[in-house]
């Protein structure tokens, strides 16, 4: 063998190497994607480590100067919890989605037999005040979260998100994005009817 063939031989194996590098890399994610498609499982659910454990025990402020039916909104206060059932909306003016989810919340909150919180999200007062103001407050109580460090204390990935808490002030669901019609009909008010016949 010819010291040009000794170099040939392996520069053709690399070369070949180098030409099925993308094939391989290629069935091998198609491999990854196949299988988590079959899984069957929703990428998009977003486990909580809260979900059967106390809300946080965080107090909040009310947003200074909201007012709703003529008296002051008070701020989101854990004691709000116990004996009822409480949704808590986290929620920014400056969010599109929560513009989008608003109306739903406006429909949700006729239903008296729970209660509809807020958790204003790291925004100014003067924009969550005309947020509310062109949408209507459909919020019994609302805290602002000015630094966002209790958005961390409830493991919000997002805006918007909402939870559910039981009677017994433990979260029973989270809701990651907007709330959609479909949503409240298959998703959230399954919860809530367990959570309000639970004793």
Partial sequence: MTSQEQVEKPTRK??????????????ALAAVFAFQLASGRDESVIPSAL??????????????GLNKDG????????????????????FGSWCVPCR??????????R?????LTGLNYKDKTEN????LADLGNPYEAVGADLNGRSAIEWGVYGVPETFVVGKDGIVVHKHVGPLTEAAIRDELMPV????????
Avoid at 51 to 64: E, R
Avoid at 193 to 199: D, G, H, I, S, V
């Fill in 192 to 199: 809530i009817e367990a959570a309000l016949k639970y004793k």
């Fill in 71 to 90: 008296a002051s909104v008070p701020g989101l206060d854990p004691a709000l919890f116990k004996g009822q059932v409480t949704l808590v909306n986290v």
């Fill in 128 to 131: 969550v005040l005309g947020f």
């Fill in 51 to 64: 979900i059967g454990k106390p809300a946080p025990n965080v107090s909040l402020p009310p947003v200074s």
């Fill in 14 to 27: 690399r070369s070949l190497l180098f030409v099925f590098l993308p094939l391989i890399l290629f069935m």
């Fill in 111 to 115: 239903d008296k037999r729970f209660r």
């Fill in 100 to 109: 989008v989810e608003h109306p739903l919340l406006m429909q949700l909150s």
